[in-house]
T-cell receptor, first 113, second 110 residues
Framework: NAGVMQNPRHLVRRRGQEARLRCSPM?????VYWYRQLPEEGLKFMVY????????ESGMPKERFSAEFPKEGPSILRIQQVVRGDSAAYFC???????????FGPGTRLTVT | LAKTTQPISMDSYEGQEVNITCSHN???????ITWYQQFPSQGPRFIIQ???TKVTNEVASLFIPADRKSSTLSLPRVSLSDTAVYYC???????????FGAGTTVTVRA
């Protein structure tokens, strides 16, 4: 049973470009969570999604950030017009139900130049 | 959410026991104490959870005194591969917004 998959593992974007981060949850998991870890800080919750629904996006910046979890395919975290402050590690986690027992992926390290 | 306080870092040597204490003075009746481990360049990994007294699994033990205002994660006979950041979280059943602070960076030396 494969774990949570994230790609790409490393992503470099210039200021103003778009970043698309993908997350495939564990088999059988329909709940996906995105977290951001800024340098020298702990992970912070961004958004919680179920298939085709955003359940809680209270941790997501109001502008430039969006997330989706379509009926088919991976969950996508999209950052438009990236700025240097978006440089961070973005982690995806999944669970079989709404739970704190979440399984994390290896993360995507975004660098904005 | 109950606030937690844990040491920023701890150093140890291979074969020693490492004990990390976490303070959570305002823990609520329905809260559980949960510990995660994060290796460099990886996502956090759940290692143990408890409500009171003692919990043990193949990775660690968790000691929780009767007042539950603190807890101690014990890693027996650490090896170099136990070098990681360890996070203490206090969660209620159904919580999904995990909030990780700075954690405790444990460095194991040969």
């Amino acid at each position: 049973n494969a774990g949570v998959m994230q790609n790409p593992r490393h992503l470099v974007r210039r200021r103003g470009q778009e970043a698309r981060l993908r997350c495939s949850p564990m088999k059988g998991h329909s709940h996906v969570y995105w977290y951001r870890q800024l340098p020298e800080e702990g992970l912070k919750f961004m958004v919680y999604l179920q298939k085709e629904n955003i359940i809680d996006e209270s941790g997501m910046p109001k502008e430039r950030f969006s997330a989706e979890f379509p009926k088919e395919g991976p969950s996508i975290l999209r950052i438009q017009q990236v700025v240097r402050g978006d440089s961070a590690a973005y982690f995806c986690a999944s669970s079989p139900d709404s739970s704190h027992e979440q399984y994390f992926g290896p993360g995507t390290r975004l660098t904005v130049t | 959410l109950a606030k937690t306080t844990q040491p920023i870092s701890m150093d140890s040597y291979e074969g020693q026991e490492v004990n990390i204490t976490c303070s959570h003075n305002n823990i609520a009746t329905n809260d559980y104490i949960t510990w995660y481990q994060q290796f460099p360049s990886q996502g956090p990994r759940f290692i143990i959870q408890g409500y009171k007294t003692k919990v043990t699994n193949e990775v660690a033990s968790l000691f929780i005194p009767a007042d539950r205002k603190s807890s101690t994660l014990s890693l027996p006979r650490v090896s170099l591969s136990d070098t990681a950041v360890y996070y203490c979280l206090v969660l209620t059943e159904g919580d999904y917004k995990l909030s990780f602070g700075a954690g405790t960076t444990v460095t194991v030396r040969a």
